[in-house]
């Protein structure tokens, strides 16, 4: 959270994923001056988890500076189930730590999942 560049909602946010294997992908949102084109925490950390060589998800973390129990936004949701399993375990914090664990079964039980297209 403390990298986000938000200059023009000042609201940042910080996002970490944990692999099984213990490695952990932090991201931070961005924003542009042409709103849409910006990408959240969530998408930082899922390029960086990429780009690290993958593995299984079990752990992801949100934060958010000036919300409480900051959850991943839609798209964010459906990134996230690309790569996680229903029962993956997502951490909404706050600024004292965690506030509320669910998982994202919970945050999109109807979710489109990639393994159907194979």
Same mark, same amino acid.
């Given at each position: 959270?403390?990298?986000a560049?938000?200059?023009y909602?000042?609201?940042p946010?910080?996002?970490?994923l ?6 952990v !992908?932090?991201g931070?949102?961005i ?5 849409p084109e910006?990408?959240?925490a =969530? /998408?930082?950390?899922? &390029?960086?988890?990429?780009m690290?060589?993958?593995?299984k998800?079990v752990e992801?973390a949100?934060?958010a500076?000036?919300m409480?129990?900051?959850?991943p936004?839609g798209?964010c949701r459906q990134?996230?189930?690309? !790569?996680?399993?229903p029962?993956?375990?997502l ?7 965690v506030a =509320? /664990?669910v998982?994202m &079964? ?5 979710g489109?999942?990639g393994?159907?297209l194979?």
């Amino acid at each position: 959270m403390a990298k986000a560049y938000a200059p023009y909602s000042k609201f940042p946010v910080g996002a970490a994923l944990r692999t099984e294997d213990g490695r952990v !992908f932090t991201g931070a949102n961005i924003e542009v001056a042409s709103y849409p084109e910006g990408w959240c925490a =969530e /998408t930082t950390a899922l &390029g960086h988890y990429i780009m690290g060589g993958g593995g299984k998800i079990v752990e992801i973390a949100v934060i958010a500076e000036r919300m409480a129990k900051c959850s991943p936004c839609g798209g964010c949701r459906q990134r996230l189930a690309e !790569f996680c399993r229903p029962d993956t375990k997502l951490y909404l914090c706050d600024n004292t730590g965690v506030a =509320e /664990t669910v998982t994202m &079964g919970d945050m999109l039980p109807y979710g489109f999942r990639g393994d159907i297209l194979k």
